[in-house]
C-alpha cells in the first residue's frame, strides 16, 4: 500500500488528497490533513477522481466517423487525417475557416495552459472561442481597462474580513469561484466567529444565504443598478476612504458625476430592495475597516456583467477595501502568469469585433455566443473546421439546440476529451486524452485567484490506460505537424521550472525540485499582502477608476429599464450542484446517486398561479426553445423568478449508462444566444425571459 498527494483538479478549490492506492488499484480518496491550505477539508467530487479512473465509458483509442458509426484507428492515422483536412480548408478558405472552442478542463491542466498557447498559433486562427465567455469575462474585461492586465484580478481577503457582502455569488456551493477558498464554509463560518457579518443578494435564497446573517432578494439583472446607488450613498454621505491608494486612482469626480442620479430611492424601484436597506449596506461597507464586495456568477453572466464587475472594484475601492487586509486583494502566485505575460508599456492592440454580429474580441477570443452565427453564415472567414478541446459547448452555451445543429454541418471536426458526449458526437476524430489522476497537478490559474498564497506539484499517480496520450502531448504533435515548429525537448515540467525561477519566490530559492522532494503536501507562501503597486499595469502605473469603456454603458443601462416583458413573464437564473460540476461528471456513479437534483425551483405564489404542485411537470418556454421538467416549489425564490441548475442535460453516447440515467434537461436549450453583455461579449445566462405551463399527469 502507498499514499500519494495531490490536489483534486475538479473545481477551483485546490483541496489537498491523500490517496491510498496498491499498483492501479486506489483504495481511499480522503483529505489531506496535512495540506497547508485545505487542511483535510474536501468535497464529494474528489471521489469522481477515482470513478473517472476506472470508468469502462472511457474513451481509450482514437476514433473515426464512418457512415456505421465511430471506429477505432492508430494515433497515426488519426494524426495524418486530421493534418490533411485542416491543411486542406485553410489552404482553400484561409486560416480564420478553422475555429478552435476550450472548455473549462483546460483551466484545471498547467500542461494545457502552457501547451495551448504553441498550438493556437500553429493554427493563425482569430476564431478562438471557450468557456470563458459564458462565465468569467466580465472579470477579465474590467481588470483589463482598470489594473492594465486581464490576469491582474483581485481577490476576497475572507480569511480576514469582517463584513462580506455577495451580490450572485454561492460559494457554500461553489467552492470560491475566482476566489479559490478551500473548505469556504468554514472560513465564512469563522467571519462570523470573529464577530463579522455575511449579506448575501440574490434572486434565490442559496445555501450561502441560509448560513449568512442577511439575505436580500433582488430581481435578476438589475444588480449594476445595485452597486451604482451603493456608490451614489457613499458620496452623498461623504463616506469615501481611497485608504492608502489616494494617489494611485484617477478619475474620482468623474466618477462621484456619473452616479449622481443613481440614488437608493431611483434604485429601488428597479431592484426591489428597499432604498434603506440599499444605505445601510453602503454604510455598513464604508464603516467596516476591512469589508468585502464579491460579485459573481448571477452579476457577471447577465446583460451588465461588464458594468458590475467594474463597480464592484470601484465600490471596494471607495470604502477603502482595496489592497488591504480584509478586504480584496492581489494574490503572488509563485508561477506568475500576469508578470510573464506583461503589457505595461505596450501599445494597446486595435479591438477585433466578430464577423457576423460584430461582437467585442476579449482575452484573446470572440464570445462563444456567436460561433453558431459564425459557422452557419456564407462568405469570406466562415468557419468550416472546429477542435473542443475538453469541451462540450453544445450543453454549456446557449441555445446549445442551434450550435448542435451547427456543429454536425461542419466540414471537419476534431475533439480532444475524455468521453464521447453530446457535442463530439459528430466529431470526425476523437482523440483520448489523460485527465485527473493520470496526469502531472500544478495550478497556474487558480494559485492566481487563492485567498493565501500557495504552491504545489505532484506527479501524476497512474498511467494511462489503453491508447491515451497527454493532451500537451497531443497539442505538440499537432503543432509541429501543422506549422513545422519542433517543440523537441520542451515539457510542462521545463516550462514551469523556468517560470517559478522567473518568479518572486524563485529569487528566494523555490524550485520545482525543491516542491517535489520536500513539499507533497504543498508549500504555504504567506497570506496575501498589499502588492497592488507591484501588480498594476496601466501606463500610468494608476488604477482607472472611471474609464469611458464602462462608463458608456451607462446609457445601455438606463435604456434597458424602460423594456417590460410581456411574452416571457418569468426570469430564469441558473444554479450549482455540490455533487456535480459542468457537463462530465454525471457519470460518476457516487456523485449521481440520490435525490433528483434537475428540478425547476419556483415560489409557491407563482405555482398556485398556474396550478403547479410540488413534484409536478411544468413545461419552460423561452424565446429559442421548450423544456418539460419537475417542479420543486419553494419560499427560497423570489417570486416571478425561477431557477434550473446548469450542467445537465446529458444525452447517453457510447456507453455513458450513468450519464442517461440522470442526465436531466440542459437550461442551455432555453439561453438565448442574441442575449448578452455587449459590452464584454459574456453570454446572459440569468435572467432569460421563460413562460410555464403546467404539464398534465
Not at 494515433?75 to 487525417?81: G, H, I, M, P, T
Not at 470572440?366 to 460561433?371: E, G, I, S
Not at 417590460?564 to 426570469?571: A, K, L, M, Y
Request: net charge negative; charged share 25%.
Amino acid at each position: 500500500m502507498k499514499t500519494h498527494y495531490r490536489n483534486c483538479n475538479i473545481c477551483e478549490a485546490l483541496c489537498g488528497l491523500e490517496i491510498k492506492y496498491e499498483g492501479d488499484k486506489i483504495h481511499s480518496i480522503k483529505g489531506d490533513a496535512n495540506d497547508p491550505f485545505s487542511k483535510g477539508h474536501i468535497c464529494p467530487k474528489a471521489l469522481a477522481l477515482q470513478d473517472t479512473f476506472e470508468d469502462s465509458d472511457r474513451l481509450m483509442q482514437p476514433l473515426k466517423k464512418t457512415p456505421e458509426g465511430h471506429v477505432a484507428i492508430s494515433w497515426e492515422e488519426a494524426y495524418d487525417l486530421i493534418i490533411d483536412k485542416i491543411k486542406g480548408i485553410q489552404q482553400t478558405h484561409g486560416h480564420d475557416a478553422v475555429a478552435t472552442y476550450l472548455g473549462n478542463p483546460n483551466a484545471h491542466m498547467f500542461s494545457n495552459q502552457l501547451f495551448l498557447p504553441f498550438f493556437l498559433r500553429s493554427l493563425r486562427t482569430k476564431n478562438r472561442y471557450s468557456a470563458s465567455s459564458v462565465d468569467q469575462l466580465p472579470h477579465h474585461v474590467a481588470a483589463k481597462y482598470m489594473f492594465g492586465h486581464s490576469l491582474v484580478l483581485p481577490v476576497p481577503d475572507i480569511d480576514r474580513t469582517e463584513f462580506l457582502l455577495v451580490i450572485g455569488g454561492n460559494p457554500m456551493v461553489s467552492n470560491g469561484s475566482m476566489m479559490t477558498a478551500p473548505n469556504v464554509a468554514q472560513r465564512l463560518k469563522n467571519i462570523q466567529k470573529r464577530g463579522g457579518k455575511i449579506v448575501v443578494v440574490d434572486p434565490r435564497k442559496t445555501e450561502t444565504a441560509k448560513k449568512a446573517d442577511q439575505h436580500i432578494f433582488i430581481r435578476p439583472g438589475t444588480d449594476a443598478l445595485l452597486l451604482l446607488s451603493l456608490i451614489n450613498t457613499v458620496f452623498a454621505e461623504e463616506k469615501v476612504n481611497l485608504n492608502h491608494l489616494a494617489d494611485n486612482v484617477l478619475g474620482l469626480d468623474t466618477i462621484k458625476a456619473a452616479v449622481q442620479k443613481y440614488t437608493p430611492e431611483y434604485a429601488a424601484k428597479i431592484t426591489g430592495i428597499p432604498a434603506e436597506t440599499i444605505k445601510m449596506l453602503a454604510r455598513e461597507m464604508a464603516a467596516s475597516d476591512k469589508a468585502i464586495c464579491y460579485s459573481r456568477m448571477g452579476a457577471s453572466t447577465q446583460e451588465f456583467g461588464g458594468v458590475c464587475l467594474w463597480l464592484t472594484n470601484v465600490l471596494n475601492i471607495l470604502t477603502g477595501n482595496f489592497d488591504c487586509e480584509g478586504g480584496v486583494m492581489f494574490p503572488m502566485p509563485a508561477f506568475d502568469p500576469a508578470m510573464m505575460s506583461s503589457t505595461k508599456g505596450k501599445p494597446a492592440r486595435p479591438m477585433q469585433y466578430s464577423r457576423v454580429r460584430k461582437l467585442p474580441r476579449f482575452y484573446g477570443e470572440f464570445p462563444v455566443a456567436t460561433l453558431a452565427d459564425e459557422i452557419e453564415t456564407p462568405g469570406e472567414g466562415q468557419i468550416r473546421a472546429l477542435f473542443t478541446i475538453a469541451g462540450n459547448p453544445v450543453l454549456s452555451t446557449p441555445n446549445g439546440q442551434r450550435l448542435e445543429k451547427a456543429i454536425e454541418s461542419l466540414d471537419f471536426h476534431v475533439s480532444i476529451d475524455i468521453y464521447k458526449n453530446e457535442t463530439n458526437q459528430y466529431a470526425d476524430v476523437i482523440l483520448p486524452a489523460a485527465t485527473g489522476l493520470e496526469i502531472a497537478q500544478y495550478d497556474i490559474a487558480f494559485n492566481n485567484l487563492a485567498v493565501r498564497n500557495v504552491v504545489k506539484y505532484s506527479p501524476p499517480l497512474m498511467e494511462t490506460r489503453g491508447d491515451i496520450k497527454q493532451d500537451w502531448e497531443i497539442l505538440a504533435t499537432l503543432t509541429e505537424r501543422i506549422s513545422g515548429q519542433s517543440l523537441s525537448g520542451q515539457t510542462p515540467e521545463k516550462i514551469l521550472s523556468m517560470g517559478l525561477s522567473m518568479g518572486k519566490y524563485g529569487a528566494e530559492g523555490l524550485t520545482l525540485e525543491k516542491l517535489k522532494e520536500e513539499f507533497p503536501h504543498g508549500m504555504d507562501l504567506g497570506p496575501l499582502a498589499p502588492c497592488i503597486k507591484e501588480r498594476i499595469q496601466t501606463d500610468e502605473s494608476k488604477i482607472q477608476l472611471a474609464h469611458d469603456f464602462f462608463l458608456d454603458d451607462l446609457t445601455r443601462l438606463d435604456d434597458r429599464y424602460q423594456v417590460s416583458e410581456t411574452e416571457f413573464p418569468f426570469q430564469l437564473i441558473g444554479r450549482r450542484v455540490l455533487r456535480q460540476h459542468n457537463t462530465w461528471t454525471h457519470n460518476s456513479p457516487r456523485l449521481s446517486k440520490g435525490k433528483n437534483d434537475c428540478t425547476l425551483m419556483i415560489h409557491p405564489e407563482d405555482a398556485k398561479a398556474i396550478d403547479l404542485e410540488n413534484g409536478g411537470t411544468v413545461q419552460i418556454k423561452s424565446r429559442v426553445g421548450a423544456i418539460q421538467v419537475a417542479a420543486e416549489v419553494t419560499t427560497d425564490m423570489m417570486p416571478g423568478v425561477v431557477c434550473l441548475p446548469q450542467g445537465f442535460g446529458s444525452r447517453k453516447q457510447s456507453g455513458m449508462t450513468v450519464a442517461a440515467e440522470r442526465g436531466g434537461v440542459s437550461i442551455n436549450d432555453l439561453t438565448d444566444e442574441m442575449r448578452l453583455d455587449t459590452l464584454t461579449g459574456n453570454a446572459a445566462l440569468n435572467g432569460v425571459g421563460v413562460s410555464l405551463q403546467t404539464v398534465d399527469a
